[in-house]
């Protein structure tokens, strides 16, 4: 990648906990359009907000592991290049190696008016573009309780919907994004789906990337956070081209 380093997973990462429902009574924007709008700002905030454990000040601080050489995983008979050379569509996701998940890259990080503002944080990292536009970007494991056999589609509307039960498939748009390859250069792309909102006067624009690979047992998701429409556009448009998912390598 353009930047050799990567983020992914947490040894602990799990899903985060469903959001609870609005209590009966509560205000709710009329109409789907902004039903819609309202569903990306409430998914954009549980996407982010996933809780974070806080360590006690007054425990005991823990000695440090003896660094030792990670074990590439690998799975005989596999070809991971093969995979990683062509293009990941839904139907191809039995074709990755069970059990290995996928990684997201850090690119975003040396493109101009962009900085990171958390990295690697519980398997997050976000940015903060200067015309007030964030990016979060998250890898997830063991999501197999999500996962519909053989049909990574069903798996990822089925995140969306463990996310938010209000969202419905129909909310949810086909879209791409780097399937590894270098930042500036041609590479596969890999489907996801894609949940856009904030068309609503004084709200932000949004769209959330995601993509649950069911052999894999991981999930990605990429959510953009714009003050309006314009800022959007172009910072879906760099995110796109800099952050990749990066295909699991053995």
Same mark, same amino acid.
């Given at each position: 990648?353009?930047?050799?380093?990567?983020?992914?997973?947490?040894? *602990? @990462? /799990?899903?985060?906990?469903?959001?609870?429902?609005?209590?009966?009574? &509560?205000?709710?924007? !009329?109409?789907?359009? #902004?039903?819609?709008?309202?569903?990306?700002?409430?998914?954009?905030?549980?996407?982010?907000?996933?809780?974070?454990?806080?360590?006690?000040?007054?425990?005991?601080?823990a000695a440090p592991a003896a660094p030792t050489l990670a074990t590439p995983t690998?799975?005989?008979?596999?070809?991971?290049?093969?995979?990683?050379?062509?293009?990941?569509?839904? *139907? @191809? /996701?039995?074709?990755?190696?069970?059990?290995?998940?996928?990684?997201? &890259?850090?690119?975003? !990080?040396?493109?101009? #008016?962009?900085?990171?503002?958390?990295?690697?944080?519980?398997?997050?990292?976000?940015?903060?573009?200067?015309?007030?536009?964030?990016?979060?970007?998250?890898?997830?494991?063991?999501?197999?309780?999500?996962?519909?056999?053989?049909?990574?589609?069903?798996?990822?509307e089925s995140l969306f919907h463990y996310l938010d039960a209000s969202i419905l498939?129909?909310?949810?748009?086909?879209?791409?994004?780097?399937?590894?390859?270098?930042?500036?250069?041609?590479?596969?792309?890999?489907?996801?789906?894609?949940?856009?909102?904030?068309?609503?006067?004084?709200?932000?624009?949004?769209?959330?990337?995601?993509?649950?690979?069911?052999?894999?047992?991981?999930s990605v998701y990429l959510s953009v956070s714009c003050p309006d429409a314009a800022?959007?556009?172009?910072?879906?448009?760099?995110?796109?081209?800099?952050?990749?998912?990066?295909?699991?390598?053995?």
């Open positions: 990648m353009g930047s050799t380093r990567k983020y992914g997973t947490t040894p *602990a @990462a /799990g899903l985060c906990p469903r959001p609870r429902r609005a209590p009966r009574g &509560s205000l709710r924007p !009329r109409g789907r359009r #902004g039903r819609v709008a309202f569903l990306a700002l409430a998914v954009a905030a549980t996407l982010a907000g996933c809780s974070v454990g806080v360590p006690d000040p007054s425990a005991a601080k690998i799975t005989p008979g596999h070809d991971a290049a093969a995979v990683a050379a062509k293009d990941m569509p839904f *139907a @191809a /996701g039995d074709t990755m190696a069970a059990g290995v998940p996928v990684q997201l &890259s850090d690119g975003l !990080r040396d493109v101009p #008016g962009w900085k990171p503002r958390t990295e690697n944080v519980a398997g997050t990292s976000e940015y903060l573009k200067e015309d007030g536009c964030v990016v979060s970007a998250r890898v997830r494991t063991n999501q197999w309780a999500l996962a519909v056999s053989g049909d990574d589609r069903a798996s990822t498939p129909d909310y949810l748009k086909s879209g791409t994004l780097r399937w590894g390859g270098e930042p500036g250069g041609p590479a596969p792309r890999v489907e996801v789906l894609v949940f856009a909102g904030g068309e609503r006067a004084g709200a932000r624009a949004t769209a959330i990337y995601a993509r649950l690979f069911g052999t894999s047992g991981s800022t959007l556009a172009a910072a879906r448009s760099e995110a796109e081209a800099r952050i990749a998912v990066v295909p699991p390598s053995g």
